[in-house]
């Protein structure tokens, strides 16, 4: 089935099984591998992305019905590699050890900043973060940044991170087929 949609502000346009998991697509087609994939279940929050700005589990949703639609991935918030603040603010307060939830809960925290809905108070946050299973247990430097970035918002305005910068691609030819500019 054909896809056309927006991955990281890139334009991608494919040909993919209607069965094809999004999860899927962004790891094995676009090489987007910073989107984990734990549970397979929609349990765990590791593969969550921002689907048209809300926070969505890639392991629950075709790729297919994601067309016409806007993508962002973990990749999405650093598009020139430089860490942005959300990214300093977890690394100074240490919330992560493997690192392999982190993708989900930067997606999930992004997209509640982005909407103008990050929680103030440690039990919203922990309740914002429920979706998120870390199996490193490191949640309350997890808490703590998040709450940092909370408290940062309420002083001043800030803006969505930096769009990605655009690229192209053309339809691949055959099941699965994807191509996406060497820019991405
Ligand atoms: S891999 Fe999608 S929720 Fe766990
Ligand atoms: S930091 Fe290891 S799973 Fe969360």
């Given at each position: 089935?054909?896809?056309?949609c927006k991955v990281?502000?890139a334009d991608v346009r494919a040909?993919?099984?209607?069965?094809?998991?999004?999860?899927?697509?962004?790891?094995?087609?676009?090489?987007?591998?910073?989107?984990?994939?734990?549970?397979?279940?929609?349990?765990?929050?590791?593969?969550?992305?921002?689907?048209?700005?809300?926070?969505?589990?890639?392991?629950?949703?075709?790729?297919?019905?994601?067309?016409?639609?806007?993508?962002?991935?973990?990749?999405?918030?650093?598009?020139?590699?430089?860490?942005?603040?959300?990214?300093?603010?977890?690394?100074?307060?240490?919330?992560?050890?493997?690192?392999?939830?982190?993708?989900?809960?930067?997606?999930?925290?992004?997209?509640?900043?982005?909407?103008?809905?990050?929680?103030?108070?440690?039990?919203?946050?922990?309740?914002?973060?429920?979706?998120?299973?870390?199996?490193?247990?490191?949640?309350?430097?997890?808490?703590?940044?998040?709450?940092?970035?909370?408290?940062?918002?309420?002083?001043?305005?800030?803006?969505?991170?930096?769009?990605?910068?655009?690229?192209?691609s053309?339809?691949?030819?055959?099941?699965?087929?994807t191509?996406r500019?060497?820019?991405?």
């Amino acid at each position: 089935m054909e896809l056309k949609c927006k991955v990281n502000e890139a334009d991608v346009r494919a040909d993919v099984p209607a069965r094809l998991l999004l999860s899927d697509f962004l790891r094995h087609e676009l090489r987007l591998t910073g989107t984990h994939v734990g549970c397979e279940m929609g349990a765990c929050g590791a593969c969550t992305v921002m689907l048209d700005g809300r926070a969505v589990r890639s392991c629950l949703t075709f790729a297919v019905q994601v067309d016409g639609c806007a993508l962002r991935t973990v990749e999405g918030l650093a598009p020139d590699g430089r860490m942005r603040e959300i990214h300093e603010v977890f690394k100074a307060h240490h919330a992560l050890q493997c690192g392999f939830c982190t993708p989900g809960i930067l997606m999930t925290v992004t997209a509640a900043m982005e909407r103008g809905e990050l929680p103030s108070t440690e039990l919203e946050i922990r309740e914002l973060l429920s979706g998120s299973i870390c199996r490193c247990t490191g949640y309350q430097g997890i808490v703590d940044a998040v709450m940092a970035l909370s408290a940062g918002l309420s002083v001043s305005s800030r803006q969505p991170s930096d769009a990605a910068g655009a690229c192209s691609s053309s339809p691949g030819n055959g099941a699965s087929s994807t191509s996406r500019s060497a820019s991405c």
